[in-house]
């Protein structure tokens, strides 16, 4: 079982999927963001990639809605069956998920590297929304690092990482 299995469910059963500002899209340029931001911390990136497709599948609206993220814990606790995590992973990724909506540098869970990347990962990508990123709000340093080589203020596409590395990747 992979993340594929959330991803299916979610696709099937929740509207938000085809969201403008907080569905698919979204939630791939959240895992491209936590691959690139979770490697200089050594967080791990299974757990991130789960939070990237589950942190906004709970949301009843695009505006403000503070409990979504407690909403999407929630619903993983639920649906336990659907996440191949050891229960130590299965807990950081529950405290990632129901976090991530108010907390800030300087919190405790901000200092696990893994939820850390799991909060940076999705601020990266809050240009979506007509904000720029603001570097204060941010964890880890490759996530201030990528905010501030995006003066814009989006986050990077996954071409524009691999481009940074130097790698050719030929889509």
């Known amino acids: 079982m992979s993340v594929q299995a959330l991803k299916d ?9 085809s969201s403008k500002y907080h569905g698919i899209n979204h939630w791939d340029n959240v895992w491209a963001n936590g691959q690139e931001v979770g490697w200089s911390v050594d967080a791990d990136l299974e ?5 990237a497709y ?4 709970q949301r009843r ?18 649906n336990r069956e659907l996440f191949d995590l050891s ?3 299965f ?38 929304v007509g904000y720029s990123v603001d570097t204060n709000y941010l964890f880890t340093e490759r996530a201030k690092d990528l905010a501030d080589l995006m003066p814009d203020g989006r986050c990077m596409t996954p071409d524009e990482i691999f481009e940074m590395r130097g790698v050719a990747i030929d889509w």
């Open 9 to 17: 469910y979610i696709e099937e059963n929740k509207q938000i999927w």
């Open 87 to 89: 229960k130590s992973q």
């Open 91 to 128: 807990k950081e990724l529950i405290s990632a998920v129901a976090g991530h909506t108010k907390l800030q540098p300087g919190c405790k869970a901000g200092e696990n590297p893994t939820i850390a990347t799991c909060w940076d990962a999705d601020r990266l990508d809050i240009w979506r």
């Open 61 to 78: 609206s695009e505006g403000t809605d503070w409990l979504h993220g407690p909403r999407a814990a929630q619903f993983a606790q639920e």
């Open 47 to 51: 757990v991130v990639e789960y939070f």
């Open 54 to 57: 589950l942190h906004d599948c």
